[in-house]
């Protein structure tokens, strides 16, 4: 269906390509002069790159190269992490990238070094520092200065999109779901301030990364002349589809789809472009004042975590990020392909659907939190106060306070200091009562937290204020005392 | 909370009537602490009767006499169509059976009991002035489908004779934004965990005991669920002492704002009744945007399209295990039959469709009496 005399639908395919070094189920504890990463992670990981490389990217590679010459266009987000991997892994793939990365038809994105969600950060100076890691990166192996900010998972809290322009960008992509009001028309440019907003179009996204794989769907199997005409039937200024790379290695089929596509562009009059296209295709002064957009996700990124596990363990991390004098480690426990794993489903659009059971969602959990937790035992001897430290630390799952009644499990557990205070606000009044009783907090206090004087005084409490002021203070106090000197400016950078 | 479908349905039903500048006249039994014999509220004129019995098949016939001598003194101009809502007040149809009458089913005493038949006398008692209203009435009326077929195989009302008028909702009633975070912390239940909410008498026909039954299974695949079975009834305390140890709270009898929070923010609603000629309590989730799990049967089984705008399965544990299993680690789906299942409330349970059913029969009913008296 060739549309004449009509403005012309544009597409918009952005890949993301990251990979996040695994975690190990526990962490090492030896006295080494090894490198640190290798303490928490399995850094060890060359079969499984190449895999990735052999499986996923360079056939992917490889066909969207083709359809460059046959007028495609797309955009890459890619992770440093990955590109750290490759370098050392899979050299090859790496210099196949980066031959489609320097195609004039291709657009290099911007997006955090680690992969980190900008809601998990603890201010916006790390946020700026790991743009310009990531920026420093992109120039090296790709020999382009990115323009356009993808954030992992299309999320973007407030802050950060108050801070993007420090970054040197001047747009940004992400989803109607964080935006005000909430039932934007994705196929509209908006605006943010001084940015530039473009959103992912969920249900076209979805047809591509979940979907178009299942059977059960009316519509499988999905031609690429079928979904050509769905985007030229989509009214609007531009179709925004944003996948994982990752999906091209769930067998050929993907790959045979991306072959056909901008044949099927052509004919249906869809015309492929990337972002930075989309915005020189409306003047700079477009779109006008009532095109502005405001956000939804609060600082603390709740609206993306869905699990309790995935809440704890981001706080836990946000704690952490506060005070740790050096954050490497930190970063790359920032990496989103963590807290997915905390799910038992990805709820994210443009990813591939992965079911796994309870108790995976349980493991993933246990390794982050044990790696947060001896991270944050290492990192004690460097501040002021160790004691302190160690009982402000996050704990693993298994030194958690569980909370209980008649000895079943409440559905809840505290992982630190700071998250019992948090869930004694709406712990029920039966199951306070009952630790009270037995005594339990001041115990977990002394023998796991290490903290006498706080058991002494933990003790003495009747009720869940009484107990949530203690805490409070005791935690004051031993922030106070665990504030090292050298910590007083920006933290240390590796 | 308001308990059971008769009610609030009649009393909404008649409201339409009245916006629509019919006039209203509504018998009904007097609640405790209301004074006087009549009121205008929304537009509906109310007769009260203050029946006594010492069971509850006296107490009807007493309130049926008195509802006649109310309905007598109220006659004038007299009324152009009776309209009998379930067994109670048969005995007055009895005695109004001259006039253009209708009859409503909102359910049947075998439904009630679970979907048996009972040898005790009561149900014997019931059962018969629910046969009898469906012989003398002009015509009837059923919620759903499903009771249309139950009554005509239990008491052999003719099917012309039968039609069916769903319960209406008013969808705005129930929805109400909260933080769900806020009012799971209420019930000590953490912000994050996924909760699942029954609302109900706690009686046989209504199933609690299924659900509690299921809630090993759920917790077996995912262990962070909680349950909040909502209402009171006679299987409270046998419930109770079922669900120790199982993260199940019994709030007991919950105020409508209360009622509201919960239901908004519920991740699953479940209704695992054993019998369900309607099910109030589905358009009442669906108007709020729950996901909503329910046994296959009666008006559950007719109104929800599986897995489109809710999850249907057998009247079993395992089963109900199994669709909450289905769901619960799945935050989109929820959403996305949540959200189905409010825009067919919008389509098919507006009470102005309703009304419009209703005054339909009304109509026949007219015709059909003015042909006969010819």
């Not at chain 1, 992917?60 to 590109?83: K, R, W």
């Not at chain 1, 980066?98 to 916006?124: I, N």
């Not at chain 1, 009982?391 to 799952?397: A, H, K, S």
């Not at chain 2, 005509?152 to 319960?167: A, G």
Request: glycine residues 8%; hydrophobic residues 40%.
């Amino acid at each position: 269906m060739r549309t004449v005399g009509v403005q012309k639908t544009q597409a918009c395919f952005v890949f993301d390509l990251h990979r996040g070094l695994p975690l190990r189920p526990a962490p090492l504890r030896v006295r080494s002069r090894r490198d640190p990463l290798d303490l928490y992670f399995e850094t060890e990981i060359g079969g499984e790159v190449r895999d990735l490389a052999d499986r996923a990217l360079l056939p992917a590679v490889e066909t969207l190269a083709n359809g460059l010459d046959q007028g495609f266009a797309c955009a890459l987000a890619v992770s440093g992490t990955l590109v750290d991997l490759l370098d050392r892994h899979a050299p090859d793939a790496l210099a196949a990238l980066a031959r489609l990365a320097r195609h004039p038809r291709v657009e290099v994105l911007a997006t955090p070094y680690h992969h980190g969600l900008s809601a998990l950060l603890p201010d916006t100076e790390e946020f700026l520092l790991d743009m310009e890691r990531h920026r420093a990166r992109m120039e090296a192996v790709f020999g382009v200065v990115p323009a356009v900010f993808a954030p992992p998972e299309l999320c973007v809290t407030r802050a950060i999109a108050e801070a993007l322009p420090r970054t040197g960008c001047t747009a940004l992509l992400t989803e109607p779901r964080w935006c005000l009001p909430r039932d934007l028309d994705p196929t509209l440019v908006y605006r943010f301030g001084p940015s530039r907003v473009l959103l992912r179009h969920c249900r076209l996204s979805d047809d591509l990364a979940q979907r178009f794989f299942s059977p059960e769907w009316d519509r499988y199997p999905l031609s690429a002349g079928t979904y050509a005409d769905w985007l030229a039937r989509t009214p609007g200024e531009c179709v925004l589809i944003g996948l994982d790379l990752d999906l091209f290695g769930d067998g050929g089929a993907l790959l045979a789809f991306f072959d056909a596509l901008p044949g099927a562009l052509d004919d249906a009059g869809v015309v492929a472009t990337t972002p930075s296209g989309v915005l020189a295709a409306h003047p700079a002064e477009w779109p006008g004042p009532d095109r502005e957009v405001g956000w939804t996700v609060p600082d603390e990124g709740e609206s993306w975590f869905e699990t309790i596990l995935q809440h704890s363990a981001a706080s836990a991390l946000q704690r952490a990020g506060a005070w740790l004098p050096d954050r490497e480690v930190w970063r790359h426990l920032s990496s989103t392909d963590h807290f997915r794993a905390m799910a038992m489903r990805t709820g994210g659009c443009g990813q591939r659907q992965s079911m796994v059971g309870h108790q995976a969602t349980v493991e993933a959990f246990g390794r982050f939190m044990r790696a947060l937790s001896a991270l944050e035992e290492r990192m004690a001897s460097r501040v002021r106060s160790r004691k302190a430290a160690v009982t402000l630390r996050t704990l693993p799952p298994e030194l958690a306070f569980v909370f209980s009644r008649d000895g079943h499990p409440a559905g809840y557990a505290a992982h630190s200091l700071a998250e019992c205070i948090e869930q004694l606000t709406f712990a029920a009044d039966d199951v306070v009562a009952g630790h009270i009783d037995r005594q339990d907090f001041s115990r977990w206090c002394r023998d796991v937290l290490m903290d006498g004087v706080l058991a002494e005084r933990v003790i003495q409490c009747r009720n869940r204020n009484e107990l949530q002021e203690t805490m409070q203070e005791r935690i004051e106090e031993l922030e106070r005392r665990r504030r090292s000197p050298s910590s007083a400016g920006s933290p240390s950078t590796p | 909370m308001r308990v059971g479908g008769l009610a609030p349905a009649a009393t909404e039903l008649a409201e339409c009537l009245a916006q629509r500048g019919h006039e209203v006249h509504y018998f009904t039994r007097a609640a405790p602490g209301t004074e006087g014999d009549t009121a205008l509220i929304e537009g509906v004129r109310y007769h009260f009767c203050r029946p006594e019995g010492t069971n509850i098949v006296d107490f009807c016939r007493s309130m049926s006499e008195q509802m006649v001598g109310a309905f007598r003194a109220a006659d004038d101009p007299p009324f152009d169509v009776l309209h009998f809502h379930d067994w109670h007040a048969v005995e007055a149809l009895h005695q109004l059976q001259d006039r253009v009458t209708v009859f409503s089913y909102h359910s049947t005493e075998y439904g009630r009991n679970g979907g048996n038949f009972g040898d005790w006398w009561e149900f014997r008692e019931i059962s018969g002035k629910e046969w009898y209203g469906g012989y003398i009435s002009t015509l009837v009326m059923t919620v759903s489908h499903h009771t249309r077929t139950e009554v005509m195989w239990l008491y052999n009302v003719p099917e012309w004779k039968v039609t069916v008028v769903p319960n209406g909702v008013r969808p705005e009633r129930f929805r109400k934004v909260v933080d769900p975070g806020a009012v799971k912390r209420r019930y000590g239940i953490h912000p994050l965990a996924p909760l699942v909410l029954f609302v109900g008498r706690l009686t046989y026909q209504k199933g609690p005991d299924l659900l509690i039954e299921a809630i090993p299974l759920v917790l077996k695949k995912r262990w962070d669920v909680q349950f909040i079975m909502a209402g009171t009834g006679q299987m409270e305390a046998e419930l109770r002492e079922k669900a120790r140890g199982l993260p199940v709270q019994f709030p007991g009898y919950i105020s409508n704002d209360a009622h509201l929070d919960l239901l908004n923010a519920a991740d699953i609603v479940v209704i695992p009744s054993r019998n369900e000629p309607f099910g109030l309590v589905l358009t009442e989730a669906w108007s709020a945007g729950r996901c909503v799990v329910a046994t296959d049967v009666g008006g559950l089984s007719e109104n929800i399209d599986p897995f489109v705008d809710g999850i249907r399965v057998p009247v079993q544990p395992e089963s109900i295990a199994w669709g909450i299993n289905y769901v619960i680690d799945d935050p989109k789906t929820i959403r996305e039959l949540g959200r189905a299942g409010q825009r067919k409330v919008y389509a098919r349970f507006d009470w102005d469709l309703v009304t419009d059913a209703a005054l339909d029969v009304y109509r026949r009913a007219r015709a059909l009496k003015a042909r006969q008296g010819t």
